[in-house]
């Protein structure tokens, strides 16, 4: 089946550590982006691609990294510099940007804590 | 003042009711909205896609647009307990402005059995 693969589920922080979510699609879009949900806030823009090798920075990129060396994979990485990562983070894809009927297909999403 | 706002509820109606969901928004430039799905800890669906203002029905489900008063609006009708999620309104200024796309805080809707 197609779709959108996100690992883990659950993932716990240490103070100080980086830590990395995965995101995998074989819908073979182009174009990826990685939200983070907070309750009562919707969903915030983090980073996104739309093509391989290129990424742009959304809203609240500060204390995030992302590389997009394969157009199936997106990971983020939360660093240390990230001071309240504690979020559930959707990672999307859709077929082409510029479509005239775009439509973003969500994984499942991760919930990070901090230890 | 954000520019995406929707009541967060959480809403609880019984079996059979008719629901309706609101966003209003400030950027007259939006001309995209959508409204998204989410079931607990999944992924959000896309449930509704309007363009410009006007009604969209797919099934139990419609889907207005005010432009001139800058309101959008989803209606379920004879609800089901299958029903209960979050629902999140969405939109945008061009197509290509996937990046772009701004999302309302989601209302957590309930239907009771």
């Known amino acids: 089946d197609g779709g959108i693969t996100q690992s883990p589920k659950y993932l716990f922080r240490k103070e100080g550590q980086n830590v990395t979510l995965s995101c995998e699609q074989n819908?073979?879009?182009?174009?990826m982006y990685w939200y983070r949900q907070d309750p009562g806030q919707g969903l915030r823009l983090i980073y996104y691609s739309q093509i391989v090798n290129d990424f742009q920075k959304g809203d609240i990129a500060e204390g995030y990294s992302v590389s997009r060396e394969k157009k199936e994979s997106f990971p983020l990485t939360v660093t240390s510099a990230q001071k309240n990562p504690t979020a559930f983070y959707l990672c999307a894809s859709s077929a082409t940007p510029g479509g005239t009927n775009e439509k973003l297909f969500f994984g499942s999403g991760t919930q990070l804590s901090v230890l | 003042q954000k520019e995406v706002e929707q009541d967060p509820g959480p809403l609880s109606v019984p079996e059979g009711a008719i629901v309706s969901l609101n966003c209003t928004y400030s950027?007259?430039?939006?001309?995209?909205f959508m409204w998204y799905r989410q079931y607990s800890r999944k992924g959000p669906e896309l449930l509704m896609y309007t363009y410009s203002s006007g009604n969209k029905e797919d099934g139990r489900f419609t889907a207005q647009v005010d432009k001139s008063s800058k309101y959008i609006s989803l209606f379920i009708r004879d609800s089901q307990p299958s029903d209960s999620a979050t629902y999140l309104c969405a939109m945008s200024e061009i197509y290509n402005q996937g990046g772009k796309l701004i999302f309302g805080q989601g209302t957590e809707l309930s239907v009771k059995p």
């Open positions: 819908l073979n879009h182009d174009a």
């Open positions: 950027n007259s430039a939006f001309q995209y």
